[in-house]
């Protein structure tokens, strides 16, 4: 059996930067992908088999607020390019699609405020990064968003237009989503004002460019198709096996598959309570992220509503081919990404008449590595499980965007939460080998 002294699971953002931390730390890695390629839920591939290459997972940061993702840029030196300014809107609030660059009239003026300055203010309350956001004091936000929003008696429009933007921006119809998380977001951002212009940077070359810096690094051995399926840690070491029963033995294991897919793998001794529910529970994250190709635009478009298909929906790119558009509907919408009348369905409730010429996505929803999109947390996970979910297992650990301090669910996350697994190993590693010596 082969042996190393840690043992990565995953090669997306958080285990190539858990693997490069350990292996500078003089450690022995190996890294076992189930996919055949780097990046997880990243991936920068063609469109539709042409020559345009297009990001079908993460995208945008915003360094300015997203530290560690900062400080891969900073490392490596990379380029980044950002996405166009809008100025053509469309709005989905309020049971109909309107066109004006500001969709309200003055008499929801202040209500607007009244909930941006409520939002502004919770979110306030919140410790990003240094501690994991279960922070007790917290827990009379961890209820639905509907519930903190609808509580407000806000007018139909703006009550919309402040449910749509979780709505996109994690994947999960607002019911089903923690308030705690998105003020986590909102706390990130700096203002709610944030969410709109600051994701606006995008990796000039894709995000796999990043995903190689990290991986080349430091001497790493990586696997690619491996699909990991049991782990037991007899707590001297830890045995890893493959779906073909080949087996892998190492000092200490990181895991970094996300939490959607910790049911496909068996532990032994079993979970701790709140990795084994979440397992179960599973976090809400179940994006539709959409290409389509529509005849050249004149003008960049931007438009998000509540009771449309797409809950997003936005120019990325014209070229010679024509203006690609990249939309986000919740799984409630029950999209094919690849049925391009549905999709041509749902582009004209923004753009009528627009034709769409072709599609592409990325099913991330049933993809058996990722079992979901991006981290949203249900009401009441974020209190009851974020904290322990990272504390180590024996000699298994656990990192993942899902289970970052700051920016859960994102590029930055999974970065962060990387390096914590690394630093947490490296520790642990460094103790017993002088115990050993003396
Ligand atoms: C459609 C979409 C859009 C997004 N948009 C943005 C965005 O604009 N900005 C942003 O910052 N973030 C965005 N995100 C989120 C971001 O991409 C993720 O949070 C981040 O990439 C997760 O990195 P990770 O390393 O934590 O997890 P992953 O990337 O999921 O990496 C985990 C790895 O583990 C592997 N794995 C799983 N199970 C096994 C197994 N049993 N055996 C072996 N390997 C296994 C997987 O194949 C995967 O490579 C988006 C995600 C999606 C899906």
């Known amino acids: 059996m082969e042996s190393v002294d840690v043992i990565v699971i995953g090669a997306g953002f958080a ?41 079908f997972g993460g995208t945008w940061i915003a360094p300015t ?57 919770d979110s306030d309350r ?9 922070q007790p004091e917290l827990a009379d936000l961890d209820i ?48 709610a004002v944030g969410w709109y212009l600051l994701l606006v940077d995008k990796f000039l070359g894709g995000t796999g460019v990043l995903v190689e810096k990290i991986l080349s690094e430091a001497p790493l051995d990586i696997r690619y198709g491996v699909d990991v399926r049991s782990i037991d840690d007899d707590g001297q070491r830890v045995v890893v096996t493959d779906a073909d029963g080949t087996q892998f033995s190492a000092r200490n294991v990181i895991v970094t598959a996300p939490i959607n897919t910790w049911e496909r793998i068996s532990f032994t001794p079993g979970l701790p309570s709140s990795h084994q529910a979440m397992s179960v529970e599973k976090q809400a994250g179940e994006s539709v992220k959409v290409w389509a190709l529509v005849p050249k635009q004149d003008d960049f478009f931007f438009g998000a509503g509540m009771h ?25 919408a029950d999209l094919d990404g690849n049925d391009i009348e549905a999709v041509t369905r749902a582009v004209q409730e923004y753009l009528p008449g627009v034709p769409v010429l072709a599609v592409d996505f990325h099913d991330w ?74």
């Open 365 to 438: 929803n049933n993809d058996q590595f990722s079992n979901g999109t991006w981290m949203a947390y249900k009401p009441g996970q974020v209190i009851a499980h974020s904290a322990a979910l990272q504390v180590p297992h024996g000699r298994v650990y656990f990192g993942n965007s899902d289970l970052a301090s700051g920016w859960a669910g994102w590029i930055d996350g999974a970065i962060e939460s990387g390096a914590r697994v690394a630093a947490q190993s490296n520790a642990a590693l460094a103790e017993s080998s002088v115990v050993a010596a003396g």
């Open 126 to 134: 919140v410790q990003l990064f240094d501690v994991p956001l279960g």
């Open 15 to 55: 285990g190539a930067t858990a693997a490069r931390d350990s292996a500078l730390a003089g450690n022995s890695v190996l890294v076992l992908e189930g996919r055949d390629r780097p990046g997880g839920r990243t991936w920068y591939r063609q469109f539709d088999g042409r020559d345009q290459k297009l990001e």
């Open 144 to 191: 639905p968003f509907t519930d903190y929003v609808h509580a407000l008696n806000l007018p139909a429009r703006v009550s919309d237009f402040i449910l749509a933007w979780p709505t996109f921006y994690f994947g999960a119809y607002p019911d089903k989503l923690s308030t705690l998380h998105v003020l986590s977001w909102n706390k990130g951002f700096g203002s």
């Open 308 to 332: 449309t298909t797409f809950k997003w929906l936005a120019s990325e790119y014209t070229t010679a081919d024509g203006t690609y558009l990249v939309g986000f509907a919740s799984a409630e």
């Open 65 to 121: 607020r997203q530290p560690f993702v900062r400080a891969e840029i900073e490392r490596y030196g990379l380029d980044l390019f950002q996405s166009p300014n809008y100025s053509q809107f469309g709005w989905g609030i309020g049971g109909a699609v309107s066109h004006e660059r500001f969709p309200f009239p003055p008499e929801e003026w202040a209500a607007l405020e009244r909930v941006i300055a409520k939002i502004d203010t």
